[in-house]
Each structure stands twice: as C-alpha cells, then as structure tokens.
C-alpha cells in the first residue's frame, strides 16, 4: 500500500496498491489523480484493512443520550500511534506513557478500544451487547407492568370486594359461587356469570348472611376503632415527649454551673472550736454540681427521634382512618338496604342495585392478563440466556487480564538488561490493560508509579521496557492483534545528551567531542564514555529484541530510531551500519529532495 498526501489537495488523500514496492518508481507522476480520495473515505477504506468493525456502541441507550443519536467513536488507524509513537517530549517523560493520553478523550477511546486491538471482541460482541441491553430493558419494563397490575389488583379488590359481598349477603348465599380473585383476572367473563347466578329464585330469603356480615364489619369498625385510639394516644405522648425535650433544651442553655465556692468553717460560740463537716459537705456539693453541670451540656439530643417516630405514628393514624371510613360506608349500606326493605321495596330490587354496581365498578376494569406476561418475561429470560453465553465465550475481562500478565512477564525479561538504579533491581514493572497504569512493585508489594521513580534514565528504561513488551505481546497474537509491528522511538539518547538539541556538528564524533568538553568546562563528573555505553546498550538491546521476535514469529518488528548517536558497536555483533543502511540525514534532512 503506497499512501501520501498532496498540499495542493487538502481535503484527498492517494492510495493505491501494488504488488511489490520499488522506491525508484516514486516520482510526481506516480501520484496520479484518479488513486486519491476524499480524506473522510480514505481513512475508512484504510482502515478496514485494519479493522472490521463498523459499531462499537454497548449501549443504544448512551447512544440515545447523545446529540443526534451519534455512534460512539470508532477505533480507526490514528488510534494505533498511542502504542506505536514515542516522540522526543514522551519517550522518557514521567507523568505521561502514551501518546495523545493528554486528551482524557482520547485516552479513554484508546483504552475502550484495546479489546478490539487484542483480538478480545469483534463486531458480533457489540451487537450482541446492544441486544442484551434492549432485552434486559423489555423484561424490566413487562416486570413493572406487573407489579403495576398486581397493585391495580389490591385496589380494585378494595373496590370490588366489598360490593360484591355485599350482593352474596343480599342473594343469601353462605358460600361465594364466584371469588373475587377470579372476578378480578377476568371480568367480562364474570359479568356473564353472575347473570346466571344473580336471579330472583337463587335468592334465599331465610339466609342469615346479611346479618352476619353486618356483624362481621361492626366487629372490624370496633378493632380498628381501638387500633386508632391506641395510636392516637400513641401520638400524644410522642408530642409530649417533644415538648419537653424543647423545654429541656431551653434549661440547659440557661443553666450555668458557679464558677466561684466560698466556703467558710463553722465556729462554736461557747468554746469557739471550729467545725470542717460544712466545708466537706460544701465540696461534695460542688463536685455534684459540676458532674450534673457536666453531664447536662452533654446530654444527648432526642427530638429527632421522636419526630421520626411521630411521623410514623401518623401515617398509620392515615392508613386506620381511611379504612374506618370505608367500613362505615359499608354498614351504613347494609343499614340503608334494610331501611328500604322495611319500606315494602322487594329484596330483589336491592340486588339488582347492587348488582349494577358491581357491573358498572368491573366495566372500568382494564386488568392485563398476568398469565400472558409471564409468558412474554420467559421467552425474553430464554433469549437473554442465550445472549449471555454468547457473550460469556469472549471473556474480555479475563482476556484482559491474561495479556497484562503476558506483559508484565515479558517486561521482567526486557528490563533486566537495562541499567535501572540499584533501588529498583530487580526491575518488577507492572501494566494494566484495564487502567494503563505502570508502576515498579516492590518485594514488601510497595508500588512505585512512574512520576517516582527517580531519573531519567529510569523513565526512558519504563518506556521502551514497556513497549517492547507490548508489542512482543501483539507480535505473539499475529493476525488476532490490529496493531502494526511498529515502533518509533525519537531521541531515546536524550536522557545522557541533553544538549543535543544544539547539535549541528557534521557528525556524531564532533558532536561527541563538542559534549566531552562543555562537561569538563560545567564540571559536569559523569564521564562520557559511561553514556555511550548505556546508548550503546540501548540500541543492542533494540537489534536483540528484533532477532528474538523474528526467530520466534517468522517476523521482525519494525523500529524506527531517529537520533544523534552514530557508528555505535553493538553487543550482539550485528554491525550498525546494515541498519542505518546509510540513512543519515544530519546534513540533509529527513527527506532527501531529488530532482525531477
């Protein structure tokens, strides 16, 4: 894939594909205009070479909550520079690790999407997530309908239940032919039945039920009467108990203890022989006097108790009430019933009113059928079943887990080879994949972050020992891990040559020269020489690292080192100028102009 972009074409982009790349064929005319596309679609189509994967939301609520109903961001090539990039101000920074991490959205999409790096998940898990989430929501939903519909059934039944005694005491009945249970669950079939059983020769005129639920109901008024009393006296002594928890408080605000006890011996008039019993009794009086003083101040409040326990009282005295109103609207009823009997109006008259009653009470009925949602509440348990064991094959949470313990075990390898302070050997850095935190752990598990842990050879050491670790972890996953097998360290050597970012010298042995010189001038005591060595180790380790990978992977890592350092020896025998390959661009730059 050969990509570019034109400043004369801002809003495009080239790409284009061939089968083998030659650097001698790039010239102006290679970028023709029919491979450039718009920038929006070029980023698109490059990266679903990368990443198949169009929707990231678990959430079609969040999704909802945000403006115009937007997908949340998907992982694209750009998010790959946070663990391929370690440009000159980060490589060996102590506050920060990764890339555009500065940006707490981008870090936060950056660690989202590392389960799709890794391999972890695919598109299927998000749509899945999304599935669970809306089915999860229609069974809370049909769950509160039927709690809805279970407390619409207690009221109604305080509705229809009296009613309809009321018509079986008229009727006669002992026994009820109809519940009200079954009533309630289905009205309209109800209403047909008691039309069967509502009849003028199903009434029992000897039947004693009209009285014994009027006797019933006396019996309940008089219960609840008492009940009500108990409370009201209840609440009574609560208020009581207020007050004079408000009057106490008033006394002790206003009670103060003698500061000052004169106290006097008692002198006998006759033989003038002095008395200490009143000056004991004085000091046992003022110890007393200061303890209650004392216990008094710290007398421990009670009023809001009471007051809790007042309004509690007081929601019951509510609760008796409006039950007492409705028991004596039932007795008056059946009083008013008889009254009318006694007025030579028929038994069967009183039914019928009754009856009207209840007909016109379970007209206004609307009760769902509890069978049929508990129905719809299975087959949406059962599809939630099945979505979660789809979902629980992914294991994302112990995938994360098992590839920051590959990580980490990696790390210990790397780091050993890198000259850490002596307080921190053995090396022992620990990485999250969870939160991106890396912290040195300690034998006494004492963690040290980053920002701690001292120079900054230290912090450069952390960060190449981590991301060599990374991607010696992402090479091991292959074709699973998105990330590409790059890295790109800008000036590691700045942590030993500080001053490099005045060099202008035609090469890296004047430059070097240059530098031994200035520390002997700022009486600078660490020697040169020890530097390059821990540079020259630094690279060594690099090209190691590169053959390892490439021996156990069949493919090497690509890590690409800008820098000053120059004609190093490296440990491992591999000669640095095959991998320089005579790219040095001191004196020209970085892109070696050609004519056209």
């Known amino acids: 894939m050969v990509i570019a972009r034109d400043p004369d074409i801002a809003s495009k982009a080239f790409f284009r594909r061939v089968e083998s790349f030659n650097s001698d064929d790039i010239d102006r005319d290679y970028f023709n205009r029919s491979y450039f596309r718009p920038l929006d679609k070029f980023k698109k189509h490059l990266r679903d070479f990368f ?28 998010s790959f520079s946070s663990f391929i990039l370690q440009h000159q101000n980060l490589v060996a920074n102590k506050h920060a690790l990764f ?9 936060d999409q950056a660690i989202d999407h590392t389960k799709i790096f890794l391999g972890l998940v695919d598109q299927k898990y998000f749509h899945l997530s999304q599935e669970k989430e809306r089915l999860s929501s229609e069974v809370r939903g049909l769950e509160r309908k039927k709690e809805t519909n279970k ?5 109604y039944k305080q509705n229809v239940g009296p009613v309809l005694s009321q018509l079986y005491a008229l009727m006669g009945f002992k026994e009820e032919p109809l519940s009200l249970e079954k009533v309630l669950c289905h009205p309209q079939d109800a209403k047909d039945q008691l039309d069967s059983i509502i009849l003028p020769e199903k009434i029992n005129h000897n039947s004693d039920a009209a009285t014994q639920r009027y006797n019933q109901l006396k019996l309940q008024r008089s219960q609840k009467t008492a009940e009500l009393r108990k409370l009201q006296r209840q609440a009574a ?40 019993n009143l000056r004991e009794s004085a000091e046992k009086l003022q110890q007393a006097i200061t303890k209650v003083s004392s216990n008094l101040a710290q007398a421990r409040p009670m009023k809001a108790k009471f007051e809790s326990s007042l309004v509690e009282v007081q929601r019951n005295i509510e609760v ?15 009083e008013k019933t008889e009254k009318q009997l006694s007025e030579q109006k028929s038994l069967y008259e009183s039914v019928l009113i009754q009856k009207a009653k209840l007909l016109v009470l379970l007209d206004t009925l609307n009760m769902a059928d509890d069978a049929e949602l508990e129905k719809q509440i299975k087959v949406l348990n059962k599809q939630l079943k099945d979505i979660n064991k789809d979902l ?14 590959k990580v980490n075990e990696y790390m210990a390898k790397i780091g050993n080879h890198f000259e850490f302070e002596a307080s921190y050997k053995p090396i022992n850095l620990h990485f999250s994949f969870e939160t991106f935190d890396l912290y040195h752990l300690t034998p006494n598990n004492e963690k040290f972050y980053l920002r701690s842990m001292g120079s900054g050879a230290n912090w450069l050491y952390c960060h190449v020992t981590l991301f060599l670790a990374l991607h010696k972890y992402f090479a091991e996953l292959s074709d699973k891990c998105a990330i590409p097998s790059i890295l790109f360290f800008d000036q590691p050597t700045q942590v030993y040559f500080p001053n490099f970012n005045r060099d202008n010298s035609e090469t890296f042995e004047e430059q070097k020269s240059q530098e031994a010189e200035q520390r002997k001038t700022l009486n600078v005591d660490q020697n040169i020489d020890e530097d390059i060595q821990a540079v020259e180790n630094l690279f060594s380790q690099l090209s190691v690292y590169c053959n390892e990978l490439e021996q156990e992977n069949g493919f090497s890592p690509q890590i690409i080192v800008t820098d000053h350092a120059d004609n190093l020896t490296l440990s491992n025998g591999v000669s640095f100028e095959s991998l320089v390959n005579d790219n040095r661009w001191r004196m020209r730059g970085l892109i070696n102009p050609t004519e056209e």
């Open 99 to 107: 890339y555009r991490f500065d940006e707490k959205e981008k870090r």
């Open 151 to 155: 407390r619409a059934s207690e009221s």
């Open 320 to 334: 008796f009430d409006k039950e007492l109103t409705e028991l004596n609207q039932q007795i008056t009823e059946i």
């Open 51 to 78: 990443l198949d994967i169009d929707d990231v939301d678990e959430s079609l609520a969040a999704r909802a909550n945000r403006r115009f109903n937007a997908k949340a961001a998907t992982p694209s090539i750009r």
């Open 237 to 276: 002594s609560i208020n009581k108990h207020i007050q004079e928890e408000e009057r106490f408080v008033d006394n002790v605000k206003q009670f103060s203890s003698p500061k000052h006890v004169h106290i006097s011996a008692s002198v006998c008039p006759f033989c003038h022989t002095e008395k200490d």
């Open 392 to 405: 629980k094959q992914y294991e994302v949470q112990k995938g994360l887990e098992n590839a920051s313990a």
